[in-house]
C-alpha cells in the first residue's frame, strides 16, 4: 500500500547539502528574506550548481521531539512535534529561494519519522522516506510558488502519516512573492456619515498566521484512530491551542487576544491541516481580499472556505474599534476550539480599557517571522510546548 502511494508522487529528484538551524527570539526558525531576479522555468540543479548558484540559499533543522504536552482543559496529549512545539515552527522564504532541509529523528524518541513539504517539487521517494531514531535525512528544494504551505511527518512510508499528524507534527512555510505583495483598493464608511468612500489600501500589513487543525485523543492522551475515521475530534485548534485566543468568553487559562490598532491592514496567512473545512469568518468584519494561490478569488467576502492541507492569504483593514472574533463558522468545530478574540483599540485605548487589558503584545505563535511588506509588532511567548534548543546531543 505504502509503495503504491508513494510511487504517485514521485516528481523530482532532490540533492543531498549540509543543514543548520537559525532561531530568533519568537523561538521560531526565522530565514532572512532577500530577493533575486527568478529567471526561467525551474530546472534540476547539482550540488555543485546549487553552491554557485546566485539564488538565496536558506538552511533549516527539523527535530522530531516524542513529548507530553497539556491543554488549557488539562487534557494530556502524547504528543509527536516539530522542535518542541504544536504547530512546529512557521518558516519564511522568498519565492526562488533555495531551501536546504535537515530532518532529525531524535535519539530519545521511539517512533520512525518522516518530513513531507508541500512547498517542494521534487521527488516523494526518497527524500520523504522514513528516519530511524537517532538517524538524519537531507534534502533540497527551491521555492517555487508563493502562498502559504504545509508541513508535516509522513510517519513510516505514509502508514500511521494520520497519527504523526494528528498528534502535533505539522507546520507551515511561508513564500513571500519574488515581487512582494501589492496593495488594493478599499471600500468601508466614512466616519460620521454613511456615505462609502474608498481608500488605497498599501502593500505593507500587519501580519497573523493561523494554523487550524483537530485532536482526535482518547482520556489518556493517546491517539483514538476510530475517532478520525468518523471526523468526530475530541477538540479543534487553532496554532495548537483550542480556544487559546478567547480569555473572555470561554476564559481559556492562560488565553491571550491578539491587539491591533483602528485603521491597521492586517495579512492573514491562514492554513488548515484538518480533515474538516475551516469556514474562515471574522464576525463584525469582512474580508476584503481573499488570494488562493496566486490568484485573487474574492473581494469582500463574509467567510471563506479552506479544504483540507490547502492555504489562502486574506486582507482585512479594521475600520472601527472594537472586538472581533474570528472564527471557523462550522459549529461543531467553532464550539470544539476553533474561535478567538481580536482587540481593536481606536487612539484611547477604548477597547482594551473596558475589558481591563493592559498588555496589548500579540501572541508569538499567530506571528510569523517579518518579509519584506511586513510592519512589525509587540511580541510575547505564548504557544503549546517549549522550542527546542538543538545543539547536537
Given amino acids: 500500500m505504502s509503495a503504491v502511494l508513494m510511487s504517485g508522487l514521485i516528481l523530482l529528484p532532490g540533492i543531498n547539502m549540509k543543514s543548520f538551524a537559525i532561531s530568533n527570539e519568537q523561538g521560531q526558525l526565522t530565514l532572512a528574506n532577500m530577493n533575486f531576479k527568478l529567471g526561467g522555468a525551474f530546472q534540476q540543479i547539482s550540488t555543485e550548481e546549487a553552491e554557485e548558484s546566485e539564488a538565496p540559499v536558506k538552511n533549516v533543522t527539523f527535530v522530531a521531539v516524542e513529548k507530553n504536552l497539556t491543554l488549557p482543559s488539562g487534557q494530556e496529549i502524547a504528543a509527536l512535534t516539530w522542535n518542541g512545539t504544536i504547530p512546529g515552527p512557521t518558516i519564511r522564504v522568498t519565492q526562488g529561494d533555495v531551501l536546504n ?6 535519539p530519545n524518541n521511539t517512533l520512525i519519522h518522516s518530513l513531507d513539504h508541500h512547498a517542494s517539487i521534487i521527488s516523494a521517494v526518497p527524500n520523504f522516506g522514513p528516519i530511524n531514531v537517532s538517524d538524519s535525512k537531507q534534502y533540497t528544494f527551491v521555492a ?3 502562498g502559504f504551505f504545509k508541513y508535516h511527518c509522513e510517519g513510516n512510508a505514509v502508514l500511521t502519516m494520520d497519527q504523526h499528524v494528528f498528534q502535533g507534527m505539522v507546520g507551515g512555510v511561508i513564500v513571500d512573492p519574488q515581487v512582494g505583495y501589492t496593495g488594493y483598493e478599499g471600500v468601508g464608511v466614512e466616519n460620521g456619515t454613511n456615505a462609502l468612500t474608498t481608500t488605497d489600501v498599501e502593500a505593507d500589513a500587519k501580519e497573523v498566521t493561523f494554523q487550524f487543525s483537530e485532536y482526535y485523543l482518547d482520556p489518556s492522551g493517546q491517539y483514538d484512530a476510530a475517532a478520525m475515521f468518523a471526523h468526530a475530534p475530541t477538540a479543534a485548534w487553532i496554532n495548537g491551542i483550542p480556544f487559546g485566543y478567547d480569555p473572555v468568553i470561554t476564559k481559556t487559562p ?3 487576544t491578539l491587539f491591533f490598532k483602528q485603521g491597521d491592514h492586517v495579512r492573514f496567512f491562514i492554513i488548515n491541516h484538518g480533515d474538516l473545512p475551516t469556514n474562515f469568518h471574522i464576525v463584525g468584519e469582512l474580508l476584503d481580499r481573499v488570494t488562493d494561490g496566486s490568484i485573487v478569488s474574492g473581494i469582500g467576502k463574509q467567510t471563506y472556505t479552506i479544504g483540507g492541507s490547502t492555504d489562502a492569504i486574506i486582507d482585512v483593514v479594521f475600520d472601527q474599534p472594537g472586538v472581533y472574533a474570528f472564527v ?3 459549529y461543531s468545530q467553532l464550539f470544539k476550539g476553533q474561535a478567538g478574540l481580536i482587540v481593536v ?3 484611547d485605548n477604548g477597547t ?3 475589558l481591563g487589558l493592559t498588555d496589548d503584545a500579540n501572541p508569538s505563535n499567530a506571528i510569523p517571522p517579518t518579509g519584506a511588506n511586513s510592519i512589525p509588532v509587540n511580541v510575547k511567548p505564548y504557544m503549546l510546548g517549549t522550542p527546542l534548543a538543538w545543539n547536537g546531543q
Fill in 352 to 354: 482594551s480599557n473596558l
Fill in 345 to 347: 483599540d481606536g487612539p
Fill in 254 to 256: 492562560n488565553a491571550t
Fill in 328 to 330: 471557523n463558522h462550522d
Fill in 101 to 106: 532541509v535537515n530532518i532529525i529523528n531524535h
Fill in 144 to 146: 517555487t510558488q508563493p
